[in-house]
């Protein structure tokens, strides 16, 4: 394969989390929402398909950037719809960003542990990666915020996957008045979080925000996600997105989830006292667990492998992720699913324990 960049074959590719065919699997793997989407969305994405295919979309998906500057207007008074740009799920807006800002020998920073994708965009460029441990409590140190020549991009998750945890706002406008470079905050479960970085975003134009439909919508099949940045910001990462980087039926169905706020917010309420009691639970089985903010939980059992309890549970039906980084412990991020999901599950793991 001489044809292609050594970067390329050099790399390892981003492995998403298993996808299993069989439905009778309990899924608490990937961080899905357990819920159908609103009923509206469906409807809408009828319609679409009545109203036909044959053309091309908006490239611009300006209906579901009008009603989501409409939404976000309470925390962020200046946005209007030049603030957003829409992406294929939150990771083309990920790639987007990388591609605009990160050339070959240029570097980017990330947390660790976080989301892996940060790493492979970065090689993906030919960039090199700055990664920064969190501290033992989940914050950040001085050296995530430093100087750095060639720095010209930073990610942050927050909440942060896979520990659920949140750096406060006024820390994160401290982070990006000291760093010389774009900071993504990337917010893909901002909507399960008591607070979030939008409002940073008049405040100075290298915060930029990114958010997806996939978790607190149900449409992760759906691929929709969008970022909020100052708009001369967006207008140059418009050059960079694909033409139609957004189909006629996700922009349907995107902006219909918006249209129906009782619909988020009673699956949200269920999904946080489904958090908490899952918490309490992995608490009680003597599991060392992270306070989170997100649909997920990290835990650790200071008895049991995490991998080998991974193992035994996929073996019982029950797919959690086992996940092991760099430079830190492993551990299981189990999904908050439904009632009758986390009780099946927290069943079969008080056997195995």
């Not at 990462?237 to 917010?265: H, M, P």
């Not at 008895?303 to 830190?328: F, T």
């Amino acid at each position: 394969m001489s044809y292609l960049r050594p970067q390329i074959t050099a790399m390892t590719g981003y492995v998403p989390g298993e996808q299993p065919r069989d439905q009778k699997l309990i899924k608490l793997n990937t961080n899905e929402n357990p819920f159908p989407c609103s009923p509206g969305v469906q409807a809408a994405i009828g319609d679409a398909c009545q109203q036909g295919l044959q053309k091309y979309p908006d490239p611009t998906a300006l209906a579901f950037r009008v009603r989501a500057a409409e939404l976000l207007r309470e925390e962020l008074p200046e946005i209007d719809a030049d603030w957003i740009l829409c992406g294929n799920g939150s990771d083309d807006i990920l790639t987007i960003l990388t591609r605009a800002f990160v050339a070959a020998g240029d570097v980017v920073r990330f947390a660790n542990p976080s989301y892996v994708l940060y790493r492979t965009l970065a090689a993906i460029q030919g960039a090199e990666c700055d990664v920064v441990n969190f501290q033992a409590d989940w914050s950040l140190g001085p050296g995530f915020s430093r100087r750095q020549e060639r720095l010209r991009l930073t990610y942050l998750a927050n909440p942060n996957s896979p520990s659920g945890t949140v750096i406060p706002p006024a820390e994160v406008a401290a982070l990006a008045i000291a760093l010389p470079c774009p900071l993504v905050v990337d917010e893909a479960y901002a909507d399960f979080a008591e607070t979030n970085c939008l409002a940073l975003v008049a405040q100075d134009e290298k915060v930029v925000v990114s958010r997806t439909l996939s978790k607190s919508y149900a449409l992760a099949g759906l691929r929709f996600g969008f970022l909020v940045a100052q708009p001369q910001i967006v207008r140059e990462l418009a050059k960079v997105k694909d033409s139609y980087n957004c189909d006629a039926l996700s922009i349907a169905g995107a902006t219909a989830a918006l249209e129906d706020r009782q619909w988020f917010e009673q699956t949200r309420s269920i999904l946080l006292a489904t958090r908490a009691r899952l918490y309490e639970q992995l608490q009680q089985l003597g599991f060392q667990c992270v306070p989170s903010q997100a649909n997920f939980i990290w835990c650790q059992h200071p008895e049991h492998e995490s991998e080998g309890l991974y193992q035994a549970l996929k073996q019982q039906g029950i797919l959690v992720r086992y996940m092991n980084y760099p430079d830190w412990d492993d551990g299981l991020r189990i999904t908050v699913g439904t009632d009758e999901q986390i009780d099946a599950f927290l069943a079969v793991l008080a056997g195995l324990l």
